[in-house]
């Protein structure tokens, strides 16, 4: 069964202390990305990764860290949370192949976190 | 900054009717163009896209019309049911990185 997973799934935390949210597929995907989704906002992409090392700066950045040293895994990492990243959080991967003309994308069921 | 408006923000259907929801895109780097639908709780799921070379998409009940000279792309449901109360997200796509824009949202109700 094709599958993101993420944890944990509910984070409440204190200012400035240090945390990291994993995500992993199981479909071999090439892209990776994650997401923050804020009422009235949407979803922004926070950072997106084409494949193992190769990773990029989505539109909101800042305040967040992204690594990729394997294929299947795609951490994010907080150095020092803030309250303005109380968000919901989610993982994606995608195919780089075109399928009937369209792609393959996947998320996770995201991850509610609360910095106080 | 790259933007892609959504609207309605909100609307509602009687069971049966046609359900349209429309986006506006600026950037023209983008080379598909994605429609997700989430549900209370849920990740969002990719329920259709389609490219630019193409004006029209269709998947069961679920349409996109694209017209690239307006740079506006929109999502009809058709038989509308209530099960398909959620909400909708239209976004850009560039494929060979994956960068995305998303629009703010569309909640879809539909009346039983």
């Known amino acids: 069964e094709a599958q993101v997973t993420q944890n944990p799934r509910y984070l409440i935390t204190v200012t400035g202390k240090k945390l990291t949210v994993t995500c992993s597929q199981n479909?071999?995907?090439?892209?990776m990305s994650w997401y923050r989704q804020d009422p009235g906002l949407g979803l922004r992409q926070i950072y997106y990764s084409m494949n193992v090392e190769v990773t990029d700066k989505g539109d909101v950045p800042e305040g967040y860290k992204v690594s990729r040293k394997e294929k299947r895994n795609f951490p994010l990492i907080l150095e020092s949370p803030s309250p303005n990243q109380t968000s919901l959080y989610f993982c994606?991967?995608?195919?780089?192949?075109?399928?009937?003309?369209?792609?393959?994308?996947?998320f996770g069921p995201g991850t509610r976190l609360t910095v106080t | 900054q790259q933007q892609v408006k959504q609207s309605p923000q909100s609307l509602i259907v009687q069971k049966g009717g046609i359900s349209i929801i429309n986006c506006a895109y600026e950037?023209?780097?983008?080379?598909?163009f994605p429609w997700y639908q989430q549900f209370p709780g849920k990740g969002p799921a990719l329920l259709i896209a389609?490219?630019?070379?193409?004006s029209e998409k269709k998947e069961g009940r679920f349409t996109i019309s694209f017209n690239k000279s307006a740079k506006q792309f929109s999502l009809h449901i058709m038989d509308s049911q209530p099960g398909d109360s959620a909400t909708y997200f239209c976004?850009?796509?560039?494929?060979?990185?994956?960068?995305?824009?998303f629009g703010k949202g569309t909640r879809l109700h539909i009346l039983p």
């Open positions: 950037n023209t780097a983008f080379d598909y």
């Open positions: 479909m071999n995907h090439e892209y």
């Open positions: 994606a991967s995608t195919s780089s192949q075109v399928l009937q003309g369209g792609y393959e994308q996947y």
């Open positions: 389609i490219r630019p070379d193409v």
């Open positions: 976004a850009a796509r560039r494929s060979r990185d994956d960068k995305i824009i």
